[in-house]
């Protein structure tokens, strides 16, 4: 099977930089990938690490290491609107669609 | 303008009422997918479907149905819909890439009493 686990809360304030781990087990892995979930909102993705190492995207780098079966999401120039909650999830499985997601870390910004 | 579109997105059923959850996506993509999602519990896995006519169960298949007989519709079913399916529920497609993203639907909040 496969499970990810990933911090429940996390606060921080407005400007700074946070990092939510996410730390795996499974088998047959093929990436990594990072979803936002504002309240009330469809899961939205963020990035993708199918390779070790780091992902940048404007504000957000995702990083990835397979030796450690970790990784990472950095937001950096945190704002308000990142308040959401984010999901790690694994691809995998039969024709590398099966998706498994952690169980979430609610990322509070305050100002 | 590219999505997923689900329907209803706010459904109150009994116990052992037949229901159907829909759901359509516009980019032709090859992958559909079912999950739900509970409190503490993140989204888990219905069924998903690589093709038309090709599906397969998730993490969590007990108690549902799905059917792929066009390649832009994914319907869920719930044939006997019982409390402890009471949920929200996402569709989701993405095209066969590694690095695809998931489009999710809106979601449908579902109550079984």
């Known amino acids: 099977g496969q499970s990810l686990e990933q911090p429940s809360e996390v606060t921080a304030v407005e400007g700074a930089i946070v990092q939510i781990n996410c730390t795996y087990q499974t088998s047959g892995f093929y990436g990594l990938s990072w979803y936002q979930q504002h309240d009330g909102g469809a899961p939205t993705f963020l990035s993708y690490?199918?390779?070790?190492g780091l992902e940048e995207t404007g504000r957000f780098s995702s990083f990835l290491s397979r030796s450690d079966s970790y990784g990472y999401l950095l937001l950096q120039e945190l704002q308000m609107k990142d308040s959401a909650s984010y999901f790690c999830?694994?691809?995998?499985?039969?024709?590398?669609?099966?998706?498994?997601f952690g169980s979430g870390t609610r990322l509070q910004v305050q100002p | 303008e590219a999505q997923v579109t689900q329907n209803p997105r706010y459904l109150i059923t009994v116990t052992g009422k037949k229901l159907t959850v829909t759901c359509s996506q516009n980019m032709n993509h090859e992958y559909m997918s079912w999950y739900r999602q509970d409190p503490g519990l993140g989204l888990r896995q219905i069924y998903y479907?690589?093709?038309?006519?090709?599906?397969d169960k998730g993490d969590v298949p007990e108690g549902y149905k799905v059917s792929r007989k066009e390649k832009r519709n994914f319907p869920l079913i719930l044939e006997s819909p019982s409390p402890n399916q009471t949920s929200l529920y996402f569709c989701?497609?993405?095209?066969?890439?590694?690095?695809?993203?998931?489009?999710f639907g809106n979601g449908t909040r579902l109550t079984v009493t």
């Open positions: 999830a694994l691809t995998s499985g039969t024709g590398r669609r099966a998706l498994t």
């Open positions: 479907s690589m093709n038309v006519e090709v599906t």
């Open positions: 690490n199918g390779l070790d």
């Open positions: 989701a497609s993405t095209a066969g890439r590694d690095n695809s993203p998931l489009h």
